[in-house]
C-alpha cells in the first residue's frame, strides 16, 4: 500500500510541476513562504522534503543566499537570485519523477543515488565539490569522510550527491523522569535499593561505555540491566517504552539499536561493503537448544549472506521478543498495535506525559523526533496546556546509549561501543535535466556551495538540532544554543562512530534496494512476517523468527554470483 501510494504521489507531483512554479506552494501551516515571482531575478527552484527537519532552516539560508549574491548576473537582463521552495513536497527521493519536474534542487531522504547516476539524471556536482565553499578556503570534499569520498564517486569518478541530514534510529530517554524517579544505577551495585540510586548525588555506574563521568552514566551497561530498569519503571508509575502503533515497524528500531551496539561499527561496516579484511564477524551457525552456536568468519561478497546470521542481530531480535513478552508492562497501551496511533501521537504523549502523571521513560524514533514535534506542532501544544509554562518549554531529554553486552560477572565492567548508524540516505543534488541551461547550471552550483559553508552547516544543526552529515564542529556558544536533547545528539556524535549506508561495492551499489530494504522479514513455519512485532505477538520466538531471516547460499549464488572473485 505504501508503495502505491508513494506512486500515485509521484504521479500528482509530476502533473503538478508541469503547470509552472509561478510561487510558493504552501501547505497548512507554510503560509509564510507564499511569494510571487520576481520578473527581474533569476528563479532557482529548490525542493525540501519537510519531514522531521521541516523548511525553517532553508527560509534561513535562502534568506543570507539571495542577499550574498543579490548584485549578481546569472541571466541577461536579470540581477539577483529568488530562491522558490516546494513546500508541499512530501516525496522522497526512491519516487522522484525528475525528467519532467520544473524543481532544480533537491534536499530529500532514501535517494538511490547510484540508480539516478546510472541513469544520467544527476547533475554532475564534482566542480563544486572540489572546490571551497562560498568564501571559505578548504573545499567541500575535505569535510567528507574517506567511506563518503569513495562511495559517492564508485560510479564513474565524478560526485552527483552531497550528504543531506543524519539520521540514527533507536531510543531517547526522558532525564527528569529518569531524575525524579531515581531510574540511574548506582555504582553500589549492594546500596540497599536495588543497586538504583537513592540521591541524585550517588555516584552513578559506568554506564555501557565502561567510563566514569560522562554523558552515559547511571544508563544500563548490560541488556539485564536494562530489563531491571524496564522493571523498575513499571513499579514506580512510569511506563517504559512508547512508539507508534500505527507504525510497528518502529519497534525495529529498538532491534537495530541493540543489535548495532552488539556488533560495533565495524562489523555494522561490513553489511554494506562486504569486505572485513583481515579481521572477522561472529555469526550464529544453530542453536544448542537456545544457546546458540557460533562461528568467526571473514566477509567477502562469495559469503555476504552469512551477514544475516550475525549474533549481534539476533541479540537484537531477543531484546525485543522480551519487550513484546511483557508488553502489557513494558509498552504504552496505544503502542500496541492501535492503528490511529501515529508517530506524532507517540511524540506527543511522551512529552505531555510527566505533567498529566502518566510519565513515559523512552521514546523508539529517530534522533529527529525532537525537531519533528516543533514542526507538527506537538512541542507548542505542550507548552501551552500546562500552567508551569517555563518547565514546559526547558525539557531535557538525551539520546539513549545501549549496551551490547547480555549480562556480565560481578566486579566486570562491561563497555559497549556506541554506534550511530545514519539509515536515512538523505542527500542534496541537482536535476540533470537543467544540464543544457547554463544560467540555471550557475545558480544551482552557487547554491548547493552556499548551503555547504561551514556557517550553513552550522546553522542547519542550530535550526534543527540534527547533524548534517559532514565534518565540521560547532562553536560553544552554538552548541549552547541547541536544546538539552539536541546537545545530547551532537555530544553522541563526536563520541561515537558513525556508520553511513553507502558503499563503493559494485555488488552493493546495484543491489542497493535489496541490501537496504525489508531487511526483517522472515519466514517460520511457512508463515511470512514482515515485521518482528508481528511474529513475536504471534508466539513466534526470536530464535525461529532470526533464522528464518536466513539467506541460503544457494539463492546468494543465484543473484550474485557475477560478483564473486574470479
Given at each position: 500500500?505504501?508503495?502505491?501510494?508513494?506512486?500515485?504521489?509521484?504521479?500528482?507531483?509530476?502533473?503538478?510541476?508541469?503547470?509552472?512554479?509561478?510561487?510558493?506552494?504552501?501547505?497548512?501551516?507554510?503560509?509564510?513562504?507564499?511569494?510571487?515571482?520576481?520578473?527581474?531575478?533569476?528563479?532557482?527552484?529548490?525542493?525540501?522534503?519537510?519531514?522531521?527537519?521541516?523548511?525553517?532552516?532553508?527560509?534561513?539560508?535562502?534568506?543570507?543566499?539571495?542577499?550574498?549574491?543579490?548584485?549578481?548576473?546569472?541571466?541577461?537582463?536579470?540581477?539577483?537570485?529568488?530562491?522558490?521552495?516546494?513546500?508541499?513536497?512530501?516525496?522522497?527521493?526512491?519516487?522522484?519523477?525528475?525528467?519532467?519536474?520544473?524543481?532544480?534542487?533537491?534536499?530529500?531522504?532514501?535517494?538511490?543515488?547510484?540508480?539516478?547516476?546510472?541513469?544520467?539524471?544527476?547533475?554532475?556536482?564534482?566542480?563544486?565539490?572540489?572546490?571551497?565553499?562560498?568564501?571559505?578556503?578548504?573545499?567541500?570534499?575535505?569535510?567528507?569522510?574517506?567511506?563518503?569520498?569513495?562511495?559517492?564517486?564508485?560510479?564513474?569518478?565524478?560526485?552527483?550527491?552531497?550528504?543531506?541530514?543524519?539520521?540514527?534510529?533507536?531510543?531517547?530517554?526522558?532525564?527528569?523522569?529518569?531524575?525524579?524517579?531515581?531510574?540511574?544505577?548506582?555504582?553500589?551495585?549492594?546500596?540497599?535499593?536495588?543497586?538504583?540510586?537513592?540521591?541524585?548525588?550517588?555516584?552513578?555506574?559506568?554506564?555501557?561505555?565502561?567510563?566514569?563521568?560522562?554523558?552515559?552514566?547511571?544508563?544500563?551497561?548490560?541488556?539485564?540491566?536494562?530489563?531491571?530498569?524496564?522493571?523498575?519503571?513499571?513499579?514506580?508509575?512510569?511506563?517504559?517504552?512508547?512508539?507508534?502503533?500505527?507504525?510497528?515497524?518502529?519497534?525495529?528500531?529498538?532491534?537495530?539499536?541493540?543489535?548495532?551496539?552488539?556488533?560495533?561499527?565495524?562489523?555494522?561496516?561490513?553489511?554494506?561493503?562486504?569486505?572485513?579484511?583481515?579481521?572477522?564477524?561472529?555469526?550464529?551457525?544453530?542453536?544448542?537448544?537456545?544457546?546458540?552456536?557460533?562461528?568467526?568468519?571473514?566477509?567477502?561478497?562469495?559469503?555476504?549472506?552469512?551477514?544475516?546470521?550475525?549474533?549481534?542481530?539476533?541479540?537484537?531480535?531477543?531484546?525485543?521478543?522480551?519487550?513484546i513478552k511483557n508488553i502489557d508492562k513494558y509498552v504504552y497501551s496505544l503502542s500496541n498495535n492501535n492503528s490511529t496511533f501515529t508517530h506524532y501521537d507517540?511524540?506527543?504523549?511522551?512529552?505531555?506525559?510527566?505533567?498529566?502523571?502518566?510519565?513515559?521513560?523512552?521514546?523508539?524514533?529517530?534522533?529527529?523526533?525532537?525537531?519533528?514535534?516543533?514542526?507538527?506542532?506537538?512541542?507548542?501544544?505542550?507548552?501551552?496546556?500546562?500552567?508551569?509554562?517555563?518547565?514546559?518549554?526547558?525539557?531535557?531529554?538525551?539520546?539513549?546509549?545501549?549496551?551490547?553486552?547480555?549480562?556480565?560477572?560481578?566486579?566486570?565492567?562491561?563497555?559497549?561501543?556506541?554506534?550511530?548508524?545514519?539509515?536515512?540516505?538523505?542527500?542534496?543534488?541537482?536535476?540533470?535535466?537543467?544540464?543544457?541551461?547554463?544560467?540555471?547550471?550557475?545558480?544551482?552550483?552557487?547554491?548547493?556551495?552556499?548551503?555547504?559553508?561551514?556557517?550553513?552547516?552550522?546553522?542547519?544543526?542550530?535550526?534543527?538540532?540534527?547533524?548534517?552529515?559532514?565534518?565540521?564542529?560547532?562553536?560553544?556558544?552554538?552548541?549552547?544554543?541547541?536544546?538539552?536533547?539536541?546537545?545530547?545528539?551532537?555530544?553522541?556524535?563526536?563520541?561515537?562512530?558513525?556508520?553511513?549506508?553507502?558503499?563503493?561495492?559494485?555488488?552493493?551499489?546495484?543491489?542497493?534496494?535489496?541490501?537496504?530494504?525489508?531487511?526483517?522479514?522472515?519466514?517460520?513455519?511457512?508463515?511470512?512476517?514482515?515485521?518482528?512485532?508481528?511474529?513475536?505477538?504471534?508466539?513466534?520466538?526470536?530464535?525461529?523468527?532470526?533464522?528464518?531471516?536466513?539467506?541460503?547460499?544457494?539463492?546468494?549464488?543465484?543473484?550474485?554470483?557475477?560478483?564473486?572473485?574470479?
Open positions: 500500500m505504501k508503495k502505491l501510494l508513494a506512486i500515485l504521489l509521484s504521479a500528482v507531483c509530476a502533473v503538478a510541476v508541469m503547470v509552472g512554479c509561478d510561487a510558493y506552494r504552501p501547505g497548512n501551516d507554510d503560509d509564510k513562504w507564499y511569494e510571487q515571482v520576481d520578473p527581474s531575478k533569476t528563479q532557482l527552484y529548490v525542493s525540501n522534503l519537510k519531514g522531521g527537519i521541516g523548511h525553517d532552516w532553508l527560509y534561513n539560508v535562502k534568506q543570507r543566499f539571495e542577499a550574498a549574491y543579490a548584485d549578481h548576473v546569472f541571466e541577461e537582463g536579470k540581477k539577483g537570485i529568488q530562491v522558490m521552495v516546494d513546500t508541499d513536497n512530501s516525496v522522497n527521493g526512491a519516487w522522484l519523477i525528475l525528467p519532467t519536474s520544473e524543481w532544480e534542487v533537491y534536499f530529500s531522504e532514501n535517494v538511490p543515488f547510484n540508480d539516478y547516476i546510472s541513469q544520467g539524471q544527476l547533475l554532475d556536482i564534482s566542480d563544486v565539490v572540489k572546490a571551497p565553499a562560498y568564501g571559505e578556503t578548504e573545499t567541500i570534499e575535505s569535510k567528507l569522510d574517506e567511506s563518503q569520498k569513495t562511495a559517492f564517486t564508485a560510479m564513474n569518478g565524478n560526485y552527483y550527491v552531497l550528504p543531506h541530514y543524519e539520521a540514527y534510529r533507536g531510543l531517547s530517554y526522558n532525564v527528569t523522569v529518569f531524575e525524579d524517579n531515581k531510574l540511574f544505577l548506582a555504582d553500589d551495585k549492594d546500596n540497599g535499593n536495588e543497586g538504583f540510586i537513592m540521591r541524585l548525588t550517588d555516584k552513578r555506574s559506568a554506564g555501557p561505555n565502561g567510563k566514569y563521568g560522562d554523558y552515559d552514566d547511571g544508563l544500563p551497561a548490560t541488556v539485564e540491566e536494562f530489563f531491571k530498569l524496564c522493571d523498575r519503571m513499571a513499579m514506580v508509575g512510569v511506563t517504559p517504552i512508547v512508539w507508534p502503533g500505527a507504525y510497528v515497524g518502529y519497534a525495529e528500531y529498538i532491534v537495530d539499536a541493540f543489535a548495532q551496539a552488539f556488533m560495533g561499527a565495524d562489523a555494522c561496516r561490513y553489511d554494506l561493503t562486504f569486505d572485513s579484511g583481515n579481521d572477522t564477524v561472529e555469526i550464529i551457525t544453530g542453536f544448542n537448544g537456545d544457546t546458540p552456536i557460533t562461528q568467526q568468519i571473514s566477509v567477502t561478497n562469495e559469503n555476504g549472506y552469512l551477514l544475516r546470521q550475525q549474533s549481534g542481530k539476533y541479540f537484537g531480535y531477543a531484546v525485543l521478543q522480551n519487550i507517540s511524540q506527543e504523549e511522551f512529552l505531555v506525559g510527566e505533567f498529566e502523571n502518566k510519565p513515559i521513560g523512552m521514546i523508539a524514533d529517530g534522533n529527529y523526533w525532537w525537531n519533528e514535534t516543533s514542526v507538527s506542532g506537538a512541542y507548542q501544544r505542550s507548552v501551552n496546556q500546562f500552567a508551569d509554562r517555563a518547565k514546559a518549554e526547558n525539557r531535557n531529554f538525551s539520546w539513549m546509549p545501549l549496551p551490547g553486552v547480555w549480562s556480565a560477572e560481578d566486579g566486570e565492567t562491561p563497555a559497549t561501543e556506541l554506534v550511530l548508524r545514519d539509515v536515512m540516505k538523505s542527500y542534496c543534488f541537482v536535476n540533470g535535466n537543467i544540464a543544457d541551461k547554463p544560467a540555471k547550471v550557475a545558480a544551482a552550483k552557487a547554491f548547493v556551495s552556499f548551503c555547504y559553508t561551514d556557517e550553513s552547516l552550522q546553522e542547519f544543526t542550530t535550526t534543527t538540532g540534527v547533524a548534517k552529515g559532514l565534518d565540521y564542529e560547532l562553536t560553544s556558544e552554538q552548541l549552547a544554543s541547541l536544546t538539552k536533547f539536541g546537545q545530547s545528539c551532537w555530544t553522541m556524535r563526536q563520541e561515537g562512530t558513525v556508520v553511513r549506508s553507502i558503499s563503493g561495492n559494485q555488488m552493493f551499489m546495484e543491489n542497493e534496494q535489496e541490501f537496504t530494504a525489508y531487511l526483517h522479514r522472515s519466514t517460520v513455519s511457512g508463515q511470512s512476517y514482515q515485521t518482528p512485532f508481528t511474529a513475536f505477538k504471534a508466539g513466534v520466538s526470536a530464535k525461529d523468527y532470526f533464522m528464518g531471516n536466513w539467506i541460503a547460499q544457494s539463492d546468494w549464488n543465484r543473484d550474485y554470483s557475477k560478483y564473486f572473485a574470479v
